[in-house]
């Protein structure tokens, strides 16, 4: 079966870190290019992150670039987005996807069921 699994999410206070994972089956994630994408309440989707095929090389969205680091580990098939110096404006649902971030939010292939993240004092 084809599909991604996000974990990692919670509560956490500002300032403070989390590490999200996201588990590919049916699929190589080395393979293809993988995306991290948020939703906050009453907003629209927003692209976080992005990493490429191959080479994995990565790419962040201004409001996360220097606090967020975007990894795949290949022998897991698993991505994983490390998130610090949180902030309350990072609080939303967290999604990975199949796909460079314009593939992901103009045409959607596959993404993950979201996990939360809270950031709140």
């Known amino acids: 079966e084809v599909q991604l699994v996000e974990s990692g999410g919670g509560l956490v206070q500002p300032g403070g870190s989390l590490r999200l994972s996201c588990a590919a089956s049916g699929f190589t994630v080395e393979s293809v290019d993988m995306c991290w994408i948020r939703q906050a309440p009453g907003k629209g989707a927003e692209w976080v992150s992005a990493?490429?095929?191959?080479?994995?090389?990565?790419y962040y969205a201004d409001s996360v670039k220097g606090r967020f680091t975007m990894s795949r580990d290949n022998a897991k098939n698993t991505l994983y987005l490390q998130m610090n110096s949180l902030k309350p404006e990072d609080t939303a649902v967290y999604y990975c996807a199949r796909g460079d971030p314009t593939e992901a939010l103009e045409h959607p292939v596959l993404w993950g069921q979201g996990t939360q993240v809270a950031v709140s004092s």
């Open positions: 990493i490429d095929d191959g080479d994995g090389d990565t």
